[in-house]
């Protein structure tokens, strides 16, 4: 009896020891695992070894710009991306990570050798998508994609390298970003005239930006109306609907409006029962 209980404590503690082992720890709870660790442990089950994922349903990671890498690992950490990668996996993964490993993980994932993706979907494809990315798409208003991600889809900065990464994954992330209520990150100018600056969007600013932390809101006083054509603003409210078809239009709310007059005109130029348009006021 004595033996066996010797084999027992004898198996706990190699368990335990196993379990404290820093250099194959899975705990990302523990701000003592390096970020390299938690690299090659743990984000290496969707990711790849060396960033490089095998299922098109995960990013390759290889390559990688660190402050892009950083960006979304903060916006995971934060909840503030909404897609379902982000709450179905990388809420939870990114909660506990410190700083310093955020960092160091970037760091692991930029130093890697970036992915050589063999050619994925149509070829018939093609050309048009080079001519968008090179390009854009200039009667929608849509800039070259290297504009922002480098002219060989090299990334730069918090914009992401596409180059060597799955057709699948990109589909999916850019119907991501159609619907932009999964994924508000990032520098947004809106103009909106005055009064309903003041009185319906200013009193709301701040709720929105703790919902949404990645986003960086500038807000213009319309005077006079910017052209979003031009790109003056991003976004903007107006009390008319656009006429310009290249602008994605959405109603937002109604606004009623009571016109007012003074018993003495009213007397001058009785109240008309139909459309006020050709009024003079």
């Not at 660190?66 to 903060?74: D, F, I, K, N």
């Not at 990388?90 to 160091?104: A, F, P, V, Y």
């Not at 060597?164 to 850019?174: E, I, R, T």
Request: charged share 20%.
């Amino acid at each position: 009896m004595k033996y066996a209980t010797l084999g027992l404590l004898a198996a706990a503690a190699a368990v335990a020891a196993g379990c404290a082992n820093l250099e194959r720890s899975r705990d990302l709870a523990n701000p003592k695992v390096s970020a390299t660790v938690l690299a090659q442990q743990v984000c290496s089950n969707c990711h790849g070894l060396n960033g490089v994922a095998v299922s098109p349903n995960f990013p390759n990671l290889a390559a990688q710009p660190e402050p892009y890498v950083v960006a979304q690992l903060t916006v995971f950490k934060s909840h503030a991306r909404h897609d379902p990668e982000g709450f179905e996996y990388m809420w939870g993964l990114s909660r506990s990570l410190t700083e310093q490993q955020i960092n160091g993980l970037a760091a692991y994932f930029a130093s890697q050798a970036p992915a050589r993706q063999d050619m994925e979907g149509d070829r018939a494809r093609l050309a048009a998508g080079k001519a968008i990315f090179e390009s854009g798409v200039a009667a929608k208003s849509v800039p070259a994609c290297s504009s922002c991600h480098g002219a060989q889809g090299q990334g730069n900065a918090t914009f992401p390298r596409l180059s060597g990464q799955h057709a699948d994954y990109l589909v999916k992330q850019l119907i991501v970003f159609q619907r932009t209520d999964e994924r508000p990150e990032g520098a947004v100018r809106a103009s909106v005239p005055e009064g309903i600056g003041v009185h319906a969007v200013v009193p709301r600013l701040p709720a929105f930006l703790r919902a949404h932390p990645g986003l960086e809101l500038s807000l213009v006083a319309e005077s006079p109306v910017a052209d979003l054509g031009r790109r003056e603003a991003d976004i903007a409210v107006r009390v008319i609907r656009p006429r310009q078809r290249e602008l994605l239009v959405r109603k937002v709310a109604t606004i009623p409006f009571q016109p007012y007059a003074a018993a003495s005109y009213l007397r001058r130029r009785p109240r008309p029962h139909h459309d006020l348009a050709a009024r003079l006021l």
